[in-house]
Protein backbone atom coordinates (compact mmCIF):
# COMPACT_ATOMS: atom_id res chain seq x y z
CA UNK A 1 0.00 0.00 0.00
CA UNK A 2 1.21 3.36 -0.86
CA UNK A 3 2.65 5.57 1.80
CA UNK A 4 1.46 9.09 2.38
CA UNK A 5 4.09 11.81 2.31
CA UNK A 6 2.92 12.41 5.91
CA UNK A 7 4.79 9.24 6.84
CA UNK A 8 8.17 10.13 5.12
CA UNK A 9 11.49 11.63 6.55
CA UNK A 10 14.12 12.59 4.06
CA UNK A 11 16.36 14.68 6.34
CA UNK A 12 17.71 12.51 9.40
CA UNK A 13 21.16 12.22 11.52
CA UNK A 14 22.72 9.84 13.30
CA UNK A 15 25.92 9.21 15.21
CA UNK A 16 27.43 8.62 12.66
CA UNK A 17 27.24 12.29 11.94
CA UNK A 18 26.57 14.54 14.76
CA UNK A 19 22.97 12.82 15.75
CA UNK A 20 22.63 11.09 18.91
CA UNK A 21 21.19 7.96 18.45
CA UNK A 22 23.11 5.05 16.69
CA UNK A 23 21.76 4.55 13.48
CA UNK A 24 19.91 1.69 14.07
CA UNK A 25 17.80 3.37 17.35
CA UNK A 26 17.25 5.92 14.71
CA UNK A 27 15.46 3.74 12.18
CA UNK A 28 13.69 1.91 15.25
CA UNK A 29 12.52 5.25 16.15
CA UNK A 30 11.13 6.28 12.45
CA UNK A 31 9.39 3.27 12.24
CA UNK A 32 7.60 3.51 15.92
CA UNK A 33 6.50 7.21 14.99
CA UNK A 34 5.10 5.64 11.86
CA UNK A 35 6.86 6.40 8.97
CA UNK A 36 7.27 4.36 6.08
CA UNK A 37 10.16 6.14 3.70
CA UNK A 38 12.88 7.45 5.18
CA UNK A 39 16.47 8.78 4.24
CA UNK A 40 19.62 9.07 6.11
CA UNK A 41 21.46 11.99 5.74
CA UNK A 42 24.61 12.21 7.81
CA UNK A 43 26.97 14.95 6.87
CA UNK A 44 29.53 13.81 4.19
CA UNK A 45 29.34 10.53 4.86
CA UNK A 46 27.78 6.71 4.60
CA UNK A 47 29.80 5.67 7.92
CA UNK A 48 26.18 4.70 9.21
CA UNK A 49 24.52 3.22 5.91
CA UNK A 50 25.23 -0.31 6.54
CA UNK A 51 23.62 -1.13 10.09
CA UNK A 52 20.88 1.29 9.05
CA UNK A 53 19.73 -0.58 6.16
CA UNK A 54 19.76 -3.63 8.09
CA UNK A 55 17.29 -2.73 10.54
CA UNK A 56 14.86 -0.86 7.92
CA UNK A 57 14.84 -3.78 5.57
CA UNK A 58 13.67 -5.62 9.21
CA UNK A 59 11.36 -3.68 9.42
CA UNK A 60 9.94 -3.02 6.06
CA UNK A 61 10.73 0.63 5.85
CA UNK A 62 12.05 2.20 2.82
CA UNK A 63 15.33 3.52 3.36
CA UNK A 64 16.66 5.47 0.58
CA UNK A 65 20.39 6.10 0.35
CA UNK A 66 21.78 9.55 1.32
CA UNK A 67 24.04 12.41 2.58
CA UNK A 68 23.81 16.01 3.60
CA UNK A 69 26.79 17.18 1.37
CA UNK A 70 28.64 20.59 2.55
CA UNK A 71 29.70 22.98 0.03
CA UNK A 72 29.69 26.78 -0.22
CA UNK A 73 28.18 30.10 -1.81
CA UNK A 74 29.51 33.13 -1.78
CA UNK A 75 31.31 32.39 1.40
CA UNK A 76 28.48 30.99 3.00
CA UNK A 77 28.36 27.16 4.28
CA UNK A 78 25.56 25.74 2.21
CA UNK A 79 23.62 22.09 2.29
CA UNK A 80 23.02 19.91 -0.07
CA UNK A 81 20.73 16.26 0.47
CA UNK A 82 22.20 13.88 -1.99
CA UNK A 83 19.99 10.86 -2.44
CA UNK A 84 21.03 7.92 -4.43
CA UNK A 85 17.69 6.24 -5.92
CA UNK A 86 19.28 3.09 -7.86
CA UNK A 87 21.55 2.56 -5.01
CA UNK A 88 25.25 3.50 -3.77
CA UNK A 89 27.86 3.23 -6.62
CA UNK A 90 31.77 3.22 -6.40
CA UNK A 91 31.31 6.71 -7.59
CA UNK A 92 29.31 7.52 -4.88
CA UNK A 93 31.51 6.13 -1.84
CA UNK A 94 34.17 8.30 -4.02
CA UNK A 95 32.51 11.38 -3.50
CA UNK A 96 31.68 10.31 0.34
CA UNK A 97 35.42 9.49 1.18
CA UNK A 98 36.46 12.83 -0.65
CA UNK A 99 34.33 14.90 1.91
CA UNK A 100 35.57 12.98 4.70
CA UNK A 101 39.25 13.69 3.96
CA UNK A 102 38.21 17.36 3.95
CA UNK A 103 36.31 16.93 7.04
CA UNK A 104 39.72 16.00 8.80
CA UNK A 105 41.70 18.94 6.82
CA UNK A 106 38.71 21.57 8.38
CA UNK A 107 39.17 19.50 11.49
CA UNK A 108 42.55 19.65 12.08
CA UNK A 109 42.54 23.73 11.04
CA UNK A 110 39.55 24.39 13.74
CA UNK A 111 42.02 22.66 16.30
CA UNK A 112 44.94 25.28 15.13
CA UNK A 113 42.39 28.60 14.96
CA UNK A 114 41.60 27.98 18.22
CA UNK A 115 44.42 27.28 19.87
CA UNK A 116 46.01 30.62 18.59
CA UNK A 117 43.29 32.02 21.24
CA UNK A 118 44.66 30.15 23.65
CA UNK A 119 42.03 27.00 23.51
CA UNK A 120 43.92 24.11 24.12
CA UNK A 121 42.32 21.14 22.54
CA UNK A 122 43.69 18.17 21.09
CA UNK A 123 42.34 16.26 18.02
CA UNK A 124 41.85 13.06 19.81
CA UNK A 125 39.92 14.47 22.36
CA UNK A 126 37.29 16.00 19.89
CA UNK A 127 37.22 12.78 17.96
CA UNK A 128 36.73 11.03 21.20
CA UNK A 129 33.41 13.13 21.18
CA UNK A 130 32.72 12.32 18.03
CA UNK A 131 33.01 8.49 18.96
CA UNK A 132 35.75 8.04 16.50
CA UNK A 133 34.15 9.30 13.47
CA UNK A 134 35.51 12.46 11.80
CA UNK A 135 34.04 15.33 14.19
CA UNK A 136 32.22 18.06 13.46
CA UNK A 137 31.24 21.36 14.96
CA UNK A 138 28.85 19.68 17.62
CA UNK A 139 31.89 17.58 18.46
CA UNK A 140 34.45 20.13 18.70
CA UNK A 141 31.41 22.43 21.04
CA UNK A 142 31.09 19.16 23.40
CA UNK A 143 34.82 19.29 23.80
CA UNK A 144 35.11 22.58 24.76
CA UNK A 145 32.33 21.82 27.44
CA UNK A 146 34.32 19.05 28.67
CA UNK A 147 37.37 20.28 28.97
CA UNK A 148 35.53 23.52 30.94
CA UNK A 149 36.07 26.40 28.69
CA UNK A 150 32.28 26.57 28.21
CA UNK A 151 29.35 25.69 30.73
CA UNK A 152 27.43 24.57 27.63
CA UNK A 153 27.22 24.00 23.25
CA UNK A 154 25.17 27.09 22.72
CA UNK A 155 27.80 29.17 24.04
CA UNK A 156 30.75 27.51 22.46
CA UNK A 157 28.66 28.24 19.07
CA UNK A 158 28.35 32.26 20.15
CA UNK A 159 31.85 32.67 21.13
CA UNK A 160 33.76 30.34 18.67
CA UNK A 161 31.73 28.15 16.25
CA UNK A 162 29.13 29.93 14.70
CA UNK A 163 28.98 31.15 11.38
CA UNK A 164 31.24 33.58 10.81
CA UNK A 165 33.58 32.95 13.90
CA UNK A 166 36.91 31.39 14.61
CA UNK A 167 36.16 27.75 14.02
CA UNK A 168 33.40 27.98 11.28
CA UNK A 169 35.99 26.88 8.53
CA UNK A 170 34.74 26.79 4.69
CA UNK A 171 38.11 26.88 3.10
CA UNK A 172 37.97 23.18 2.36
CA UNK A 173 34.36 22.67 0.33
CA UNK A 174 33.75 23.55 -3.14
CA UNK A 175 31.83 25.51 -4.27
CA UNK A 176 28.03 25.26 -5.15
CA UNK A 177 27.98 24.73 -8.75
CA UNK A 178 30.94 22.38 -8.60
CA UNK A 179 29.16 20.52 -5.60
CA UNK A 180 25.96 20.00 -7.94
CA UNK A 181 27.90 18.54 -10.86
CA UNK A 182 30.11 15.92 -8.44
CA UNK A 183 27.00 15.06 -7.36
CA UNK A 184 25.35 14.64 -10.30
CA UNK A 185 27.73 12.55 -12.14
CA UNK A 186 27.82 10.37 -9.34
CA UNK A 187 24.09 9.29 -10.05
CA UNK A 188 22.93 11.47 -7.45
CA UNK A 189 19.54 13.44 -7.10
CA UNK A 190 20.33 16.69 -5.38
CA UNK A 191 17.97 19.47 -3.23
CA UNK A 192 18.80 21.92 -1.47
CA UNK A 193 18.68 21.25 2.14
CA UNK A 194 16.63 23.73 4.70
CA UNK A 195 16.91 26.91 2.43
CA UNK A 196 15.79 28.97 5.74
CA UNK A 197 18.30 28.18 7.95
CA UNK A 198 21.04 30.80 5.92
CA UNK A 199 21.34 33.97 7.63
CA UNK A 200 19.84 35.59 3.81
CA UNK A 201 17.98 38.67 3.13
CA UNK A 202 14.97 36.85 1.15
CA UNK A 203 16.66 38.26 -2.20
CA UNK A 204 20.18 36.31 -1.40
CA UNK A 205 17.75 33.33 -0.80
CA UNK A 206 16.26 33.65 -3.85
CA UNK A 207 19.41 33.78 -5.74
CA UNK A 208 20.57 31.10 -4.13
CA UNK A 209 17.74 28.60 -5.03
CA UNK A 210 18.33 29.51 -8.72
CA UNK A 211 21.83 29.64 -8.60
CA UNK A 212 21.65 25.95 -7.44
CA UNK A 213 18.78 25.33 -10.10
CA UNK A 214 21.10 26.48 -12.96
CA UNK A 215 24.04 24.63 -11.47
CA UNK A 216 21.56 21.64 -12.17
CA UNK A 217 19.96 20.58 -8.58
CA UNK A 218 16.80 18.86 -8.99
CA UNK A 219 14.44 19.62 -5.43
CA UNK A 220 14.30 22.02 -3.06
CA UNK A 221 13.64 20.95 0.47
CA UNK A 222 10.36 23.21 1.18
CA UNK A 223 9.54 22.46 5.06
CA UNK A 224 12.39 21.69 7.28
CA UNK A 225 11.52 20.97 10.74
CA UNK A 226 9.27 23.48 12.21
CA UNK A 227 8.37 26.55 10.41
CA UNK A 228 5.82 29.22 9.35
CA UNK A 229 2.62 28.28 6.89
CA UNK A 230 3.33 31.53 4.84
CA UNK A 231 7.54 30.49 4.60
CA UNK A 232 6.40 26.90 3.46
CA UNK A 233 4.18 28.99 0.85
CA UNK A 234 6.98 31.44 -0.30
CA UNK A 235 9.64 28.35 -1.03
CA UNK A 236 6.73 25.75 -2.67
CA UNK A 237 6.31 29.19 -5.20
CA UNK A 238 9.92 29.32 -6.08
CA UNK A 239 10.02 25.54 -6.43
CA UNK A 240 7.38 25.87 -8.88
CA UNK A 241 8.60 28.81 -10.95
CA UNK A 242 12.00 27.19 -11.19
CA UNK A 243 11.03 23.67 -11.92
CA UNK A 244 12.45 22.05 -8.81
CA UNK A 245 10.64 18.90 -7.16
CA UNK A 246 9.53 19.11 -3.75
CA UNK A 247 11.16 17.27 -0.57
CA UNK A 248 10.91 17.56 2.99
CA UNK A 249 12.38 16.77 6.24
CA UNK A 250 12.74 17.21 10.62
CA UNK A 251 16.27 17.19 10.06
CA UNK A 252 16.12 15.25 13.18
CA UNK A 253 19.26 15.13 15.70
CA UNK A 254 18.62 14.51 18.84
CA UNK A 255 14.89 14.43 20.99
CA UNK A 256 14.52 17.75 22.41
CA UNK A 257 11.84 20.43 22.30
CA UNK A 258 12.70 21.56 19.21
CA UNK A 259 11.89 18.58 17.41
CA UNK A 260 10.39 15.25 18.82
CA UNK A 261 11.88 12.80 16.81
CA UNK A 262 11.36 11.93 13.31
CA UNK A 263 8.22 12.71 11.38
CA UNK A 264 8.49 15.88 13.26
CA UNK A 265 7.76 19.26 10.87
CA UNK A 266 5.22 21.34 9.50
CA UNK A 267 2.48 20.77 7.92
CA UNK A 268 3.47 19.71 4.25
CA UNK A 269 1.51 21.16 1.23
CA UNK A 270 -0.26 19.13 -0.33
CA UNK A 271 1.82 19.04 -3.50
CA UNK A 272 4.44 17.22 -1.77
CA UNK A 273 4.53 13.10 -2.61
CA UNK A 274 6.65 10.11 -1.37
CA UNK A 275 9.99 10.25 -3.10
CA UNK A 276 8.79 6.36 -4.42
CA UNK A 277 6.20 8.03 -6.76
CA UNK A 278 9.47 9.36 -8.43
CA UNK A 279 11.87 6.95 -8.96
CA UNK A 280 11.56 3.44 -9.92
CA UNK A 281 12.92 1.07 -7.57
CA UNK A 282 15.75 -0.56 -8.73
CA UNK A 283 17.93 -3.22 -7.52
CA UNK A 284 20.94 -1.91 -5.43
CA UNK A 285 24.45 -1.60 -6.75
CA UNK A 286 25.75 -2.55 -3.64
Known sequence: MPCLASQCDYHLHSSASDGDLAP?????LAAERGLKEIALTDHDTFAGWDEAKQAADALDLRLWPAMEFS???RGATIHLVALWPQGLSAAALAVAEAQTQARWQRAGQIIKKLARVGVQLTL???VACAGGQVPG???????????????????????WLGAGKLGDVKSHWCELDEAVKKLIASSAWVSLAH?????????????????????????LEVVSGQQDVNQTRTLLQQAQALGLALTWGSDFHRPGWGCQGPGHYAALPPECRPLSELFEPQPELL
Do not use: S
Not at 24 to 28: D, E, K, S, T, W
Not at 145 to 155: N, P, S
Open 24 to 28: VALVN
Open 137 to 159: RPHFAQALVQAGYVKEHERAFRQ
Open 71 to 73: CCW
Open 195 to 219: PLHYKMTHTKRRLLIQRFQEAGGQA
Open 124 to 126: DEV
